[in-house]
């Protein structure tokens, strides 16, 4: 079975700041890899995604990724965060060894923004 | 509209008591899952299907059941709810099995 780990369950920036939210996996077959956003109250959206091609990924929003192979690494990150950002954030995976058909999410970061 | 459509949105019931939470999708997706997500435990994956009459299990598939025998509907059963089940579920559908999933906007499920 595959694992996703999320770096630290809550994070905190300033409006303006640079986000950062980690994400490991641990296939070393790279599988497919989410982000996903959840609002209070809402379903999840899809933020953005890598299945194969250039490892730096653009999503909604400002939201980019970077698929790091040696890291078994997909981090999101945003350059200046906004207030309308603060929500929470899952990382995913599929395929890759062990996984079969199944999704695999983390536990989650909320974000919070501090104006 | 693609949508994912989940129902009930809200359930107060009781130990024992069958129920069912309806799922239906309108983007002909061929997969399909249902997740339930608890605090500090992210979203586990309960069960998920390929296609029609294709079922399996996911991480956490104990005191559920599937069914699969239309395209769009994929139901969640609960045959003897009990108390550790209480939790917001979330029906999602996607292409295939590598593709992004779209969601519903869960069910709260309360078993008392």
């Known amino acids: 079975a595959q694992s996703v780990t999320q770096l630290g369950s809550h994070v905190s920036v300033s409006e303006g700041a640079l986000v950062l939210l980690r994400c490991n996996y641990s296939s070393s077959v790279p599988p497919y890899l989410f982000w996903y956003v959840q609002y209070p109250n809402q379903g999840l959206q899809l933020l953005l995604k890598y299945t194969t091609g250039a490892t730096l990924v653009k999503g909604i929003n400002g939201f980019e990724a970077e698929f790091k192979k040696s890291e078994t690494s997909f981090h999101l990150t945003k350059p200046s965060a906004h207030m309308s950002d603060a929500a929470e954030y899952f990382c995913?995976?599929?395929?890759?060894?062990?996984?079969?058909?199944?999704?695999?999410f983390g536990t989650g970061t909320s974000l919070t923004v501090i104006p | 509209e693609a949508q994912v459509t989940q129902n009930p949105r809200y359930l107060i019931t009781v130990t024992g008591k069958k129920l069912t939470v309806t799922c239906s999708q309108n983007m002909n997706h061929e997969y399909m899952s249902w997740y339930r997500q608890d605090p500090g435990l992210g979203l586990r994956q309960i069960y998920y299907s390929m296609n029609v009459e294709v079922t399996d299990k996911g991480d956490v598939p104990e005191g559920y059941k599937v069914s699969r025998k239309e395209k769009r509907n994929f139901p969640l059963i609960l045959e003897s709810p009990s108390p550790n089940q209480t939790s917001l579920y979330f029906c999602?559908?996607?292409?295939?099995?590598?593709?992004?999933?779209?969601f519903g906007d869960g069910t709260r499920l309360s078993i008392l």
């Open positions: 995913a995976v599929s395929g890759g060894i062990g996984s079969g058909n199944q999704f695999y």
């Open positions: 999602a559908s996607s292409y295939n099995g590598n593709q992004p999933q779209h």
